[in-house]
């Protein structure tokens, strides 16, 4: 079973960036797509990103194009998220999840195509 454990989480001014993590431990990262998703209070959870098992193929949603960037490092078994430009509408718990494909087709930002789901880490941009 695929762990994965996001960090990087915490809060910041508008305009400001972070960049979150998500390790896995035990297995492997290099078949997995990783999307990163995020949760706002009252709202459903949206996808953010995905990123397939090469880091070859990526996509993001409208609301974080061109200020969030996804990326891998599978010799480090991890994969990150920087944002950048920060907004208070991008406030939310963010997750990421596995989807084990090595195909780009299926790496969509849709959370029920993903089986291993990390904890959370929280995002907040206010000032």
């Known amino acids: 079973q695929l762990q994965l454990v996001e960090s990087g989480g915490g809060l910041v001014q508008p305009g400001g960036s972070l960049r979150l993590s998500c390790a896995a431990s035990?297995?492997?990262?290099?078949?997995?797509?990783i999307g990163w998703f995020r949760q706002a209070p009252g709202k459903e959870r949206e996808g953010v990103s995905c990123?397939?098992?090469?880091?070859?193929?990526?996509n993001y949603a409208d609301s974080v194009k061109g200020r969030f960037t996804i990326s891998r490092d599978n010799t480090e078994n991890t994969v990150y998220l920087q944002m950048n430009s920060l907004k208070p509408e991008d406030t939310a718990i963010y997750y990421c999840?596995?989807?084990?494909?090595?195909?780009?087709?299926?790496?969509?930002?849709?959370?029920?195509?993903?089986?291993?789901w990390g904890q959370g880490t929280q995002v907040t941009v206010s000032s």
């Open positions: 999840a596995g989807m084990r494909t090595t195909l780009q087709s299926l790496c969509a930002r849709i959370p029920r195509l993903f089986g291993s």
């Open positions: 035990e297995i492997t990262l290099d078949r997995y797509a």
């Open positions: 990123i397939d098992s090469s880091g070859e193929y990526t």
